[in-house]
């Protein structure tokens, strides 16, 4: 999955790479999801294939339908009952999201085993949520591209229980009906989810349309047995839910601006759980997020020659910013921009919070500029160069390129050193913390020595001491490297730590934020993540 085509790879705890639907549906459900949570075609056929191989299927002509279809419903049922969530107990929903258009080639066999899935659960345990879009044209909201859409699932055998129109402005009650009578569903049947100011406020437009009742009804929800604490846990979170995100405009002091220098930022959806991380931590800041999207190369050298406007365009962008974020990436490409914006930052004590090659740029930049290491690089840079404080260190395979990065969760232990550091305080004081992890390249040992004697403190290492996990700065307002991915475990009601304590820094909270991130974690326990949502 190329982030520029695709979006952003988003990495699970088991160190699963899937689709970035899957940090949403953590996001907002508050549950870790394993590999097995993520189907694709190719899954698919490796597994059916390495069944026919092992001769599970005694001989028996291999086809698409029966043993693509039930394959893919077998993993399913099974996924269904795993735990996702500390409760340890088995899910009562599964959620399925068939993704795609109805009609794309890739799709067929999917479709056709949801539908088989579906008269096989029967009445009562299978809802079908039809997600279509809205049009307005001239004006008007056009229905056709629903009706053809619920026309053709209907066609391959699905039948949509509910209607969800994605719209820019409310459905005319006209433009429902329509929807409903097309759609063989009721007027209540159909729901009209329109743009909402932030995308938070979208639960709740959900639950003004009934949703909640219309679950409950179509999966004969109202007979579970659902114990009186965790009514009350669900309760509790919906009520915090809806206080922190449908906050009125007088609650909201002002905006913070954040420059986000990467290297893939044509598309957005590349850094989705960057961007998440930051809403959660603006929102908690109760400041507006004005996320600033900065293309390293355009700070570098060579745009000064070839496009001087763009050249100083992108260092006013990057000058006015109140924090400064550099992203993961893979690759040379963007990097010296990238080393730059570092420099800035850390000369003019500008908030700096560099995550994976951003930690990686970071040490580059010091060991360049403070510590006197003048070509100082990564050997994913420059192969061969002489001081690479990044090198290569993998943990089990060099030659494999695919699925062989270091991935998933990893303890990291704060140092001895490390009682002055505000990211330490923004967990609660914890000594160990558990974050997701990809990559392949590190902060090499050989000058960890150097570098600590020129004053960047290497606060966080894995278990044995011998992989640098934190950078921090000392005497600045917050700078920031983590050799980890935090994004992926930020939770609108529990937003990442290092990106919290970015956000707060640059908004001038920081002393506030860290108070109540101590409070809040001595309930919590490590990360904050499991205990609250
Ligand atoms: N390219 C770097 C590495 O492999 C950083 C990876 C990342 O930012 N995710 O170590």
């Not at 599964?94 to 009609?103: K, S």
């Not at 604490?229 to 919906?238: M, P, S, Y």
């Not at 699925?403 to 967990?427: E, I």
Request: overall charge negative.
């Amino acid at each position: 999955m190329n982030p520029k085509e695709h979006g952003e790879v988003f990495v699970l705890d088991d160190g699963g790479e899937v689709d970035l639907d899957l940090g949403n549906y953590e996001r907002y459900l508050n549950i870790t999801l394993t590999r097995e949570n993520n189907i694709t075609t190719g899954k698919i056929y490796k597994h059916v294939i390495e069944k026919e191989r092992r001769g599970d299927y005694l001989g028996k002509t291999v086809q698409v339908v029966p043993h693509i279809t039930d394959a893919i419903q077998a993993w399913i049922e099974r996924v269904a009952s795993v735990p996702v969530d500390d409760t340890k107990e088995t899910p009562d929903v599964c959620i399925i999201e068939l993704g795609g258009t109805v009609g794309d080639i890739e799709s067929a066999p999917f479709v056709e085993a949801m539908s088989q899935l579906r008269r096989r659960a029967g009445r009562g345990n299978f809802l079908q949520v039809h997600v279509s879009y809205v049009p307005v044209i001239n004006g008007e909201q056009k229905t056709k591209p629903t009706q053809v859409a619920v026309r053709d699932v209907r066609h391959a055998g699905l039948i949509p229980d509910l209607i969800a129109c994605r719209c820019e402005k409310p459905l005319d009650a006209g433009t429902i009906s329509k929807i409903a009578h097309f759609g063989i569903v009721e007027v209540e049947q159909v729901l009209a989810v329109r743009d909402m100011p932030s995308v938070y406020q979208v639960p709740i437009l959900l639950e003004e349309q009934n949703l909640v009742n219309l679950l409950q009804d179509g999966l004969h929800l109202r007979d579970l047995q659902i114990s009186p604490a965790l009514i009350q846990k669900g309760r509790t979170t919906w009520a915090e839910w809806k206080a922190l995100t449908n906050k009125a405009p007088q609650q909201i002091l002002g905006r913070v601006n954040i420059v986000l220098v990467g290297k893939y930022i044509e598309l957005h959806d590349s850094y989705m759980s960057v961007v998440k991380s930051l809403e959660h931590g603006a929102m908690h800041c109760s400041k507006d997020l004005n996320l600033v999207w900065l293309d390293a190369e355009h700070l570098e050298k060579k745009t000064l020659e070839s496009d001087p406007a763009l050249y100083h365009k992108a260092w006013h962008n990057l000058c006015t910013a109140d924090g400064i974020l550099t992203p993961g990436g893979f690759g040379v490409r963007g990097t010296e921009g990238m080393i730059s914006a570092a420099r800035w930052a850390r000369e003019n004590k500008r908030p700096y919070l560099g995550i994976c090659l951003g930690m990686q740029i970071a040490v580059i930049e010091f060991a360049r500029h403070v510590a006197g290491i003048a070509d100082a690089t990564s050997q994913e840079f420059v192969e061969g160069s002489e001081n690479q404080v990044i090198i290569f260190m993998p943990e089990i395979d060099r030659e494999n390129l695919g699925g062989t990065m270091r991935l998933g969760l990893r303890s990291t232990h704060f140092q001895n050193n490390s009682d002055w550091s505000k990211l330490r305080a923004l967990y609660g004081s914890e000594s160990v913390i558990l974050e997701r992890h990809r990559h392949r390249y590190e902060v090499n040992p050989a000058y960890i020595e150097r570098l600590e004697a020129a004053g960047l403190s290497f606060i966080g290492k894995d278990d044995k001491g011998e992989r640098m996990e934190i950078i921090e700065m000392k005497d600045h307002p917050y700078f920031v490297g983590v050799q980890f991915h935090p994004e992926y475990l930020s939770r609108v009601l529990n937003p990442s730590k290092p990106y919290l304590g970015f956000v707060a820094a640059s908004a001038g909270c920081l002393d506030k934020i860290t108070k109540e991130a101590m409070v809040s974690a001595k309930s919590d326990g490590p990360n904050g993540v499991q205990g609250a949502f």
